[in-house]
Nanobody, 121 residues
């Protein structure tokens, strides 16, 4: 079994920062990618950014480029979404999605449970 568990989030003032975490655990052979998405009320889920193992690089949506970064602790299988210069329009439920190969060598997507980020004064 593979799990992805999120933590972090909360309420922050405009211009502030938050860090979200995603921890992958279980019968993992490799983590090929870790992505973040967000969904605001009444909106579709949208892509925020991702790290891809094959390139060891991250890419981001234009709306967050230059403000958000992704880092990781490979040993702990933990990924972080660092969010800076937050704006009210960043308010949403944030989800991480791990593209993970299990020890049975099956690649699947595993979603975190979601965490609320609210940017408001």
């Amino acid at each position: 079994q593979v799990q992805v568990v999120q933590s972090g989030g909360g309420l922050v003032q405009p211009g502030g920062s938050l860090r979200l975490s995603c921890v992958a655990s279980g019968s993992i052979y490799s983590i090929n990618a870790m992505a973040w998405y967000r969904q605001a009320p009444g909106n579709d889920r949208e892509f925020v950014g991702q790290w891809i193992s094959s390139h060891d690089r991250s890419n981001f949506a234009e709306s967050v480029k230059g403000r958000f970064t992704i880092s990781r602790d490979a040993a702990q299988r933990t990924f972080y979404l660092e969010m800076n210069s937050l704006r009210p329009q960043d308010t949403a439920v944030y989800y991480c999605r791990g593209r993970i190969v299990s020890t049975e060598l099956t690649e699947s997507d595993y979603w975190g449970q979601g965490t609320q980020v609210t940017v408001s004064s």
